[in-house]
């Protein structure tokens, strides 16, 4: 019996004392519980602000409009258009053609002419969203449709297109916008070619439509800048040697020295290596370029353009 009770004393001892513990870890899981979610709070907060921060600097773009849907027809002018009917091929029937500008400025862009049934994309960044009706050769009873995408910057690229009866075809694409470009009408069309040597600057660049309907660049031996253009007058800032001709090896055979100070004029290039430029006393001659901008004088050596000249044209 005295065992028993000693049992049951030391069982409800026993109780008491996990009861007490018991409560002392509830307590501090509790208290640990509440700084554990105040502060995954305020990480959360602080999260939401940084969030909000970096949408906030991020211009999210919202429009999806392109920018043939942004066109308002009454403001076409004369030869552009969102559709017209003509006939294309001279063979008495009447093409319905008309321009759709799928995509938009943040996924890219892709023009897409249909005549009569005919579709063909243009690619392009950022397209006028019309188009014109020109005619390279009147002998040929054709006629053609030109289109116009402004690319990156203000780099224009036109696709003239034919239609064959059944499918329009790619004539050819030169740069410039076809409302810039010169059409004599006897095949040949004059554009601006933006130039790959020296400086920023276009030269006249002419194509021809041959009997295949297919546009080719007439080569030239020297483009000519324009000589009201940024960048044909130069004053030199150091002296430079002029070849005579672009078949001299660099130095060979040298038809002046332009010197420090000297105001000279500009001509224009072959567009590959050799540049042409003449001095204040009219004597013409030729220099190296490689890399764009990079003059090779006659000892081999290197140099910017930008310590050759002054008065460089480098817009981009
Ligand atoms: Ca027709
Ligand atoms: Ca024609």
Known sequence: MLYIEAKVNFSDMQFKHASLLLIVVLLGTAVLTFIVVQRQKELDDQRA??????GDAIDVPTATQTPAQKIDPATLKANEYLSTSIDLNGDGVVENISIEVKGNSIEGTSTVLTASGSSIVFPGTNPDGYFGIVDIDTTDHEKEIAVSDRGGSIDYTTGFYRFDGSVLQLV??????????????????????????????????????????KLSHVEKDLYLIDPSAIGAHLTMLQDLPLNTDTNEVIGGAI?????????????????????????????AGWFAVEDFNTIITIDGTRVQASEVFEGLSNAD
């Open 49 to 54: 602000a940084v969030l909000k921060d970096i």
């Open 172 to 213: 050819g694409t030169v740069q410039g916008s076809y409302e810039d470009i010169d059409f004599a009408g006897n095949g040949t069309l004059t554009t601006q070619t933006r130039a790959t040597t020296l400086q920023t600057w276009t030269y006249e660049d002419a194509f021809t439509l041959g009997t295949d309907h």
């Open 255 to 283: 038809a002046t020295t332009l010197k420090k100070g000297e105001k000279i004029t500009f001509i224009g290039c072959d567009d590959v290596r050799w540049c042409k430029t003449q001095s204040a006393t009219g004597v």
